[in-house]
């Protein structure tokens, strides 16, 4: 067992194998990398001997070779052992399909030749028919009245000729599509997640959803996505099933019942014992894209698709035409042999797969193929603050306790409340207590969680709040003029977390947030390409300014409510323009779910990711960039395929009118055009760039 390096860069390794890899050891190194932090991914070519290894950005390309060292020989021997099927090509549908054309027509009897296709024409002609009777003049009908025609004229082997190439051309194009949504499907999948579980000693610990177990408890918080189906072991909640039944009502859920991937636990706590380890949320949006991808009539691909079945009955009007001028049906049959329709309507979606599937292998998890036709027509983007322009996971910098209370216990408090929440400033609070080691054990009574502001619970009987100051106001916290002072040194440099107990604010967070390093580069580019850049934060005027002083907004409005987004949104919307937003937290789901294309961070609640569009799953700005590349080469692709079907195909039909090619050799020329176009269009944008 041996691999030699072909190629290795800072973050990329790309090895030849001396053994085969096939699918089950792909499976098997796929398996393996993902219990390997330092791997990001790995490709397998079309060669089946290589393979290329992405490691993460923290990781030297050295740990992409230990990888490979840790490969266990014997494991691989086992796996070489079991019986191996290769997978379709197309040149293996090709060569199976020609041998067996080439059989027939060599071996059998021509009246033997004749009712075999004579049989076979009956599915074309069934097909035509039921078109008919359903009113619509498509490619069926123009197959059926191809095949009848020649058939008619005394043609039968023109005939044959025209259903195997059209045969062929289905089980290509079935080929194509089916790879292109695994291609896809195997692209998410191989997105990491993280989850919270129960290890044997009961305590919660992160770790990949590819290292999940039946039987473990995962702890599902409110605001997230349920990733596995299971019964819930502990806890109780709401939980919303609308992406399985339709209903929006969320559902009670406690001990004993059962709980399903892809739903939205909107309230509570679940603690669930897994019972299918399959992650199937990916699944889901996978079913989903398709599913809108069918149902958007108003999307660009639909459009040219509708254009597709609208030129068949121009195929009709040549062949009417043709005849009246020529008298020849044989030259009247080019207009039936040769379409514009078929290469549109295969091709167009399989380049929104693969334009897709891009973005996706980029990090980008697109949810709706109307998101990359709408991109380039976006007027304003607007910008949360704090987990979106900022880095997601904050740091608190200092904890300043008061009155009588030690820094340990101010900790210990903030993050017994804080961890219920999926907020970055909670994250900070939590972050610091594990890092200093501070244990937190459940403390308090009831949680109630205030949008925007923070959380208010009870402690022995007497009220305990964090957040926000103006929630330090609204619950009458005394704050003295000793900690104004505190305060008034630390707001402008620091997001400030108050913690106020028994009516007194017993300590102070100190959080810094700094910018993403990608932020000014994509707001400037943003304003290049012509959009407006919008941010709307809770935070202060004072925090907010300091932090982006060299940066330019068109809009700034600080202190505002998830209400007071959403309408923002909606002004700008009624003012005729184009919106994207982009937010992270459950304050920022109903304005992500108004605008244009709503667009989250990998860290973002689940909830928002849920009702977002797209997921920058590297939480990078960056990848707004990323996105217009591949909205504006499928842009370009499609008009490509346009133009090449009409030139090619018009082409065709003038030499088979005037005689110069055979209708044999027409079919043959079109449909070899058609796969070709399809092809292409499978492939991905990044040997167009």
Not at 169 to 196: A, C, F, P, R
Not at 302 to 311: G, P, Q, R, V
Not at 619 to 625: E, K, V, Y
């Amino acid at each position: 067992m041996k691999f030699n390096i072909c190629h290795q860069n800072q973050s990329r390794l790309r090895v030849k194998s001396s053994f085969l890899l096939t699918p089950t050891i792909c499976d098997y190194l796929k398996e393996k990398s993902h219990s390997n932090a330092a791997i990001q991914r790995i490709v397998f070519y079309s060669d089946q001997k290589t393979l290329a290894i992405s490691v993460n950005k923290d990781y030297e390309i050295s740990q992409a070779i230990q990888f490979l060292k840790s490969i266990e020989r014997e494991k691989i021997n086992q796996l070489l052992e079991k019986p191996y099927y290769k997978e379709k090509t197309p040149y293996a549908i090709i060569s199976k399909e020609l041998s067996l054309f080439a059989l027939r027509r060599l071996l059998l009897p021509n009246p033997i030749q004749y009712f075999y296709t004579i049989y076979q024409s009956s599915n074309y002609l069934k097909r035509a028919i039921k078109a008919l009777i359903n009113k619509n003049v498509n490619m069926d009908v123009l197959d059926g009245a191809a095949i009848i025609t020649s058939i008619l004229i005394g043609q039968p082997k023109t005939a044959s000729s025209i259903m195997f190439i059209m045969g062929l051309g289905d089980q290509l194009n079935d080929w194509t599509n089916k790879k292109s949504i695994e291609d896809l499907e195997n692209s998410l999948k191989q997105q990491k997640q993280m989850v919270w579980v129960l290890d044997d000693k009961g305590v919660k610990v992160e770790r990949d959803t590819k290292q999940i177990k039946m039987n473990d408890i995962v702890v599902f918080t409110e605001g997230s996505e349920i990733l596995f189906d299971g019964v819930v072991h502990s806890g109780s909640g709401m939980v919303n099933e609308s992406s399985l039944t339709g209903e929006f009502f969320p559902v009670m859920k406690q001990d004993g019942d059962e709980v399903f991937s892809n739903t939205i636990l909107e309230m509570g706590e679940l603690y669930v014992q897994v019972t299918n380890t399959t992650l199937n949320n990916r699944i889901h949006e996978l079913m989903e894209l398709m599913r809108k991808s069918e149902a958007n009539s108003n999307t660009q691909q639909n459009k040219y698709i509708a254009l597709a079945d609208k030129l068949v009955k121009y195929n009709f009007l040549g062949v009417v035409i043709t005849y009246l001028l020529t008298g020849s049906l044989r030259k009247a049959l080019s207009f039936l042999l040769v379409d514009f329709s078929c290469a549109l309507k295969l091709s167009i979606p399989i380049s929104y797969l693969s334009a897709i599937k891009d973005a996706v292998d980029k990090e980008i998890l697109i949810k709706s193929m109307a998101v990359v036709e709408k991109y380039n027509d976006i007027d304003l983007v607007v910008f949360d603050k704090t987990g979106t322009l900022t880095i997601s996971d904050p740091k608190v910098v200092q904890t300043i306790s008061f009155h009588d209370y030690s820094k340990d216990e101010v900790l210990r408090i903030g993050a017994c409340l804080e961890e219920h929440i999926y907020h970055p400033l909670a994250n900070a609070v939590v972050t610091e207590a594990k890092v200093q080691s501070i244990v937190h054990d459940e403390m308090h009574g009831q949680l109630h969680h205030i949008a925007s502001r923070g959380i208010l619970s009870t402690i022995d009987e007497k009220e305990v709040v964090i957040g926000s100051y103006l929630l330090m106001k609204e619950k009458k916290i005394a704050i003295t003029q000793e900690q104004e002072a505190v305060i008034e040194q630390y707001e402008q440099q620091y997001n400030l977390l108050y913690l106020g107990y028994d009516g007194k604010l017993i300590g102070l967070f100190l959080i810094d947030t700094p910018l993403r390093e990608d932020t000014a580069k994509v707001i400037q580019w943003l304003q290049d390409n012509g959009k407006e850049v919008a941010l709307l934060t809770g935070d202060t005027q004072k925090r907010t300014q300091s932090l982006i002083d060299n940066l330019y907004f068109h809009h700034i409005k600080t202190e505002v409510s998830p209400s007071e987004k959403y309408q923002f949104i909606k002004e700008q919307k009624d003012a005729g323009k184009k919106v994207m937003m982009l937010g992270d937290g459950l304050n920022d789901s109903a304005a992500l779910s108004l605008a244009d294309i709503g667009c989250v961070m990998n860290d973002a609640a689940d909830i928002c990711k849920q009702t977002s569009d797209l997921v920058l799953s590297n939480n990078q700005l960056g990848g707004l960039m990323e996105l217009q590349k591949i909205s504006s080469l499928l842009e370009k692709r499609i008009k490509k395929n346009l133009k090449e079907t009409i030139g090619i195909n018009s082409c065709l039909i003038i030499l088979g009118v005037f005689d110069l090619l055979s209708p044999s050799a027409l079919s043959i020329l079109h449909n070899l055009t058609t796969t070709g176009i399809i092809l292409r269009s499978m492939s991905g944008f990044k040997a167009h760039k």
